[in-house]
């Protein structure tokens, strides 16, 4: 059975997606980052970077959603390399949204939108360089269907996390990116997204950025 490790957030959210695309079973392990959870020294033992998402699969862990991609596309055989996706393009495009994307849109979303001061020099950066990434995204999904080749794999996947908080950053969202557009949209109608979208309304998270919240997930300002 695989146990997982979720907060409705953007990185969990892609492995919810690969979960129910490859079909695997799984129960939902709810760990609320506005409340902490994610310091509880049992948690810590899963995953010591203090975050989600992560897997307990019959007693592996694995942690972070980029491995447990990477992972689950072995384990299955599903959306990983294929003879319509190389191995040399699926990583690329993976480790480029892993260090690249998921990062400065996260940075991003701490400076437009939770930072404790107003910062123009870090949120110009940030912005431009989400926006820098997005180009190179959407340059590549004009010349390829999908990112690692001509078929939909776990790079797609990675992508669709941030690009649901698009708007939260960039004003018009994906609008200016056509190509991304697409692949999201293609995503979001996928049953296996509408599913991965729903956990959110199976469980109840603190909604609320109080002084509680700040402290758990911001603890360097205390
Ligand atoms: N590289 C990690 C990043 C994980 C991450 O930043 N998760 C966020 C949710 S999207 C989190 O758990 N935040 C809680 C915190 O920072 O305290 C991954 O892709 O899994």
Do not use: C
């Not at 994610?38 to 992560?54: D, G, S, T, V």
């Not at 698009?166 to 293609?186: C, H, Q, T, W």
Request: aromatic fraction near 10%; proline fraction near 6%.
């Amino acid at each position: 059975m695989i146990k997982f490790f979720f907060h409705p957030t953007p990185n969990p959210a892609k492995v919810a997606l690969a979960l129910e695309e490859m079909g695997l079973e799984y129960q939902i392990v709810p760990v609320d980052t506005r409340k902490g959870e994610q310091h509880a020294p049992e948690f810590l033992k899963i995953n010591p970077n203090a975050k989600l998402p992560a897997l307990d699969i019959d007693g592996d862990v694995i942690f972070d959603g980029n491995a447990i991609r990477l992972h689950l596309a072995q384990l299955s055989g599903k959306f990983g390399v294929s003879d319509t996706v190389k191995s040399t393009d699926l990583l690329s495009w993976m480790m480029f949204i892993a260090t690249g994307v998921g990062p400065y849109s996260g940075q991003a979303v701490h400076f437009l939108r939770m930072a404790p001061e107003d910062l123009p020099y870090a949120k110009n950066r940030y912005l431009k360089e989400v926006q820098r990434h997005y180009r190179i995204l959407d340059d590549r999904l004009g010349q390829s269907a999908y990112l690692a080749g001509s078929t939909y794999s776990i790079a797609d996947m990675s992508m669709w996390g941030w690009a649901r908080a698009a708007g939260f950053i960039m004003e018009g969202g994906l609008d200016s990116y056509p190509n991304v557009k697409r692949v999201f949209d293609e995503i979001s109608a996928r049953p296996a997204a509408i599913a991965a979208e729903g956990l959110k309304e199976k469980h109840t998270f603190k909604q609320e950025m109080d002084e509680e919240a700040k402290r758990a997930m911001f603890p360097q300002n205390y």
